[in-house]
């Protein structure tokens, strides 16, 4: 007796890879490929291919990278040695030296030096600092593991993040190479980006929002909005960036110093309210006490509701920018392409 199963939600495998194909640049070489890399990413995620899923990756991927697996990245080999020399300084290594072991061969025969001058793409750059880590004790000294290429792939993905989710769930293709090599690929580097971008819970009513995660990191704007309403209840100007604690985890932060101006009036210790802010970079923080008692002392003092949901306010630094960006330049650009992608959505296409 055939299993009775459910019918999954969003389009079927051969719809979902036609809509791509028709939403995708028409002069985008091999769309068959990437239409079925994106449905793969999807389905391996077991996210349903529906239309908002669809676009919010084209409108991710189209920002990013304009539908380039290892995009190009100008002035590559200008931002490499400053980064070299950067790491040598901090390394107490005189520059006579580093000119030394750039002018030693790598393993493709070119000097160190010729290959960055060559570079292109952060691919390239990768694997050229992976082999001037392991071929070149200079390199070990103040590279250490660290290969300084953060990012990469179509939907320029987080390395870092790619890494740890691929610890926690298996990857689904063969993996010839290190995780890392993964993300410069358009299989890899899309399934890593969508991961970033869907596969989480996420208290959301409109997609801006996750966009500006994908930017800024997880629940990020779940965050910006908790330290807006922390500056409300408090009266005390707050960083609206999404960051609840330092990265080090150690230093008293700015939300966590304003958040300890309330612990009388919302009836928290300091401990409890550390121990919320904890949270802050998982699901289910706006269930704590300190997420709803500062909502609730906010609101009633001000006498208005408040968003739950509000775009980090972040410059965004990088060598590779030449003029300044912010993550809400970056979430309302995507959302833009995501409000067009739906509006080309075929009209059979089911939500």
């Not at 807006?228 to 985890?249: C, E, H, K, M």
């Amino acid at each position: 007796m055939p299993v009775a199963v459910d019918r999954p939600a969003g389009l079927g495998p051969t719809q979902a890879r036609e809509a791509l194909q028709r939403l995708l640049p028409a002069t985008l070489a091999d769309r068959a490929g990437w239409a079925a890399d994106i449905h793969a990413a999807l389905s391996a995620l077991e996210l349903p291919s529906t239309p908002r899923h669809l676009c919010a990756v084209l409108a991710v991927t189209e920002q990013e990278s304009g539908f380039r697996a290892d995009p190009t990245v100008p002035g590559l080999a200008a931002i490499a040695r400053k980064e070299i020399e950067r790491r040598a300084d901090a390394a107490g290594v005189p520059q006579f030296a580093v000119r030394a072991a750039l002018a030693l061969r790598s393993p493709d025969g070119r000097s160190y030096a010729e290959r960055i001058d060559a570079v292109k793409t952060e691919r390239e750059l990768s694997e050229l600092f992976d082999d001037f880590i392991d071929m070149v004790p200079l390199g070990r000294r103040f590279f250490a593991d660290d290969n300084p290429v953060r990012t990469g792939g179509p939907m320029q993905v987080s390395i870092a993040f790619a890494e740890a989710h691929a610890r926690t769930r298996r990857y689904p293709y063969a993996q010839p190479g290190s995780i890392r090599s993964e993300v410069f690929t358009r299989r890899g580097g899309l399934y890593f980006g969508t991961a970033h971008l869907l596969d989480y819970d996420a208290p959301y009513d409109q997609p801006l929002y996750r966009f500006a995660d994908f930017n800024a990191g997880r629940y990020a704007s779940r965050n910006a909005a908790f330290q807006n309403a922390l500056a409300v209840a408090s009266g005390i100007g707050v960083a609206i960036d999404g960051d609840l604690l330092p990265r080090d985890g150690a230093t008293l932060g700015e939300t966590e110093r304003v958040a300890y101006t309330l612990a009388g009036r919302i009836g928290m210790s300091e401990a409890a309210i550390r121990r919320d802010l904890l949270r802050g970079a998982d699901a289910g923080f706006e269930h704590t006490t300190l997420h709803g008692r500062v909502f609730a002392y906010a609101e009633s003092i001000d006498r208005r509701g408040l968003p739950r949901a509000v775009v980090p306010r972040i410059d965004l630094r990088s060598p590779k920018f030449t003029r300044k960006l912010t993550t809400e330049w970056f979430a309302r650009r995507v959302d833009e392409r995501h409000r067009r992608c739906l509006a080309r959505m075929p009209a059979a296409a089911d939500d």
